[in-house]
């Protein structure tokens, strides 16, 4: 069912605990997916609480060559070895497999420039909002846009919106109002606000200009 434990490496079996605290992880193919799952349960429950290899190796009456394989997903244990590294890290043997078989990670892929375009108040030519995330739930916790701008001459409304905005400026430079104070934004800049003030894009000093708007929306908001 499983591979010896005593078939250890040597020159793994001999490495010092700073190697096997951060071991590089192999590709792994499909056989190796159980293994995978496991050793990164392990290998987390492990850091969670502040246990080097040796010291759970120890425990576990195998070397810290062949935890670090284990934990990479590079060798099989058996369950007895299982059921004593659970035990080691104080959790169930079946703690181990859980969500093993669980069919979606729940990632959403946006593929470059496929984000939905999006109509927002002050929206006009040479302004477009690109929404990256499409939130699935009963309310949406939070809004991703990537927006580009590129007519100098346009004249902006004011925004105002439930949550905290956050801005990260791509390209070009905006001078960006937020209330009664203006920033400079910049490429590499970040700007964080409250959206219940009103704010927006007071002047396009470079453009094109591309920023990333992430709006996150707290418990009570209503979005």
């Not at 007895?80 to 890290?89: H, S």
């Amino acid at each position: 069912m499983s591979s010896p434990l005593s078939q250890q490496d040597p020159a793994a079996a001999s490495a010092g605990d700073e190697a096997d605290e951060s071991p590089e992880i192999a590709p792994v193919r499909g056989e190796r997916r159980l293994e995978r799952h496991i050793g990164l349960v392990a290998r987390q429950l492990r850091l969670q609480q502040k246990l080097t290899i040796a010291d759970v190796a120890g425990e576990v009456s195998i070397s810290r060559g062949m935890l670090s394989k284990i934990e990479n997903g590079q060798a099989s244990a058996s369950l007895d070895t299982l059921a004593k590294l659970a035990t080691v890290l104080g959790v169930s043997l079946a703690h181990l497999f859980r969500d093993y078989d669980r069919k979606e990670s729940g990632a959403q892929l946006i593929k470059r420039d496929a984000g939905m375009a999006v109509v927002r108040r002050g929206t006009k030519r040479g302004h477009t909002y690109q929404l990256l995330a499409y939130d699935k739930g009963p309310r949406k916790t939070f809004e991703p846009f990537l927006i580009s701008m590129d007519d100098s001459s346009e004249i902006f409304q004011s925004f105002e919106h439930p949550g905290t905005e956050f801005i990260y400026m791509l390209q070009g430079e905006i001078e960006y109002r937020h209330g009664q104070s203006t920033y400079l934004l910049q490429p590499g800049d970040a700007l964080t606000f409250s959206g219940n003030v009103p704010h927006g894009p007071e002047k396009l000093i470079d453009v094109p200009i591309r920023f990333l708007s992430i709006i996150v929306y707290g418990e009570h908001d209503e979005s």
